[in-house]
């Protein structure tokens, strides 16, 4: 994920690697793990792929069971996505996206908190 949480590169095992907008929900690149670094360089803009809290109100958000569950404040837990295949679930605090790969499928979401 980018730094300023705009754009998600997404990888597959077929070794092509998709470039995501997440305000629009579209692919901007497609290309493969040989253009790694050029898509990291152009697109990404950042070595920080990593994630962050945000002001202590981090939404409760984990994959079981195949689905992205989001654990509300009052205890109760809604599922928002329920997928074939098991998750892989990278989350940017900072930004409110939520990212999760499962098989050759992708899910961006804008997190509200």
């Not at 945000?54 to 654990?71: C, E, H, M, N, Y």
């Not at 409110?96 to 979401?109: H, R, Y």
Request: proline fraction near 2%; glycine fraction near 12%.
């Amino acid at each position: 994920m980018s730094g300023d949480g705009r754009r998600v590169v997404s990888g597959s095992r077929d070794k092509s690697v998709r470039v995501w907008d997440v305000e629009r929900g579209i692919t901007l690149h497609t290309g493969g793990v040989e253009d790694w670094e050029e898509i990291t360089s152009r697109f990404l803009k950042t070595a920080d792929f990593g994630t962050a809290s945000r002001a202590g109100r981090t939404p409760q958000l984990f994959s079981w069971d195949k689905g992205i569950v989001q654990r509300r404040e009052d205890g109760s837990e809604a599922v928002l996505a329920h997928l074939d295949d098991p998750i892989d679930l990278q989350i940017d605090h900072d930004h409110g996206v939520a990212v999760a790969g499962s098989g050759n499928l992708v899910a961006i979401m804008k997190l509200v908190v």
